[in-house]
T-cell receptor, first 114, second 113 residues
Framework: AQSVSQHNHHVILSEAASLELGCNYS??????LFWYVQYPGQHLQLLLK??????LVKGIKGFEAEFIKSKFSFNLRKPSVQWSDTAEYFC????????????FGTGTLLAVQP | GAVVSQHPSRVICKSGTSVKIECRSL??????MFWYRQFPKQSLMLMAT?????????EQGVEKDKFLINHASLTLSTLTVTSAHPEDSSFYIC?????????FGPGTRLLVL
């Protein structure tokens, strides 16, 4: 069965620190990859997505992610976090086909200290 | 663009009653919508896939007679929790699909007393 792993459940950083959140998936075929963010009290918002092409994807708010096919990974990065980045981050995989179903990771709660 | 709304945002009901939650794509048409349930401090669990004009596809373990889904138009899907019980209390989230990307609604908090 397909699965998505986010190994960091909680991350605490100080402002201006660099961020990298891990995401690994298990699926051998073609995948579409996503990172969503959920700010406190708000709904899920799309940060970035990868379908094909350049494996380094840039998203909103200075976030980027790199697809490494050989490692089945799609890690999220930001060079310098801000207090406003405090949120929960979800990695998700769409395995293709007609259903467009998303498989979500368990989420990483990021707390940025001012 | 790609805004999805849900109504109501929160609802409290008595055990045994039915509750309808609406999911609308406001600025795009969505042939496919999805319904999720999110437990506290956990990820989203897909309940069902809703296709316009056809029956919904339910995930394993989700009771289709309890969670009725109707996708009457390209911009509206409804989830009805029938004969709700306290264990159905949860956060229900819908999403609408456009160009292989899901856009999420703000969620509906259901509390069954």
């Amino acid at each position: 069965a397909q699965s998505v792993s986010q190994h960091n459940h909680h991350v605490i950083l100080s402002e201006a620190a660099s961020l990298e959140l891990g995401c690994n998936y298990s699926y051998g075929g073609t995948v579409n990859l996503f990172w969503y963010v959920q700010y406190p009290g708000q709904h899920l918002q799309l940060l970035l997505k990868y379908f094909s092409g350049d494996p380094l994807v840039k998203g909103i708010k200075g976030f980027e992610a790199e697809f490494i096919k050989s490692k089945f990974s799609f890690n999220l990065r930001k060079p310098s976090v801000q207090w406003s980045d405090t949120a929960e981050y979800f990695c998700a995989v769409m395995s293709g086909g007609a259903t467009n179903k998303l498989i979500f990771g368990t989420g990483t709660l990021l707390a940025v200290q001012p | 663009g790609a805004v999805v709304s849900q109504h109501p945002s929160r609802v409290i009901c008595k055990s045994g009653t039915s509750v309808k939650i609406e999911c609308r794509s406001l600025d795009f048409q969505a042939t496919t919508m999805f319904w999720y349930r999110q437990f506290p401090k956990q990820s989203l669990m897909l309940m069902a896939t809703s296709n316009e004009g056809s029956k919904a596809t339910y995930e394993q373990g989700v009771e289709k007679d309890k969670f009725l889904i109707n996708h009457a138009s390209l911009t509206l899907s409804t989830l009805t929790v029938t004969s709700a019980h306290p264990e159905d209390s949860s956060f229900y989230i819908c999403s609408a699909s456009a160009q292989e990307t899901q856009y999420f609604g703000p969620g509906t908090r259901l509390l069954v007393l």
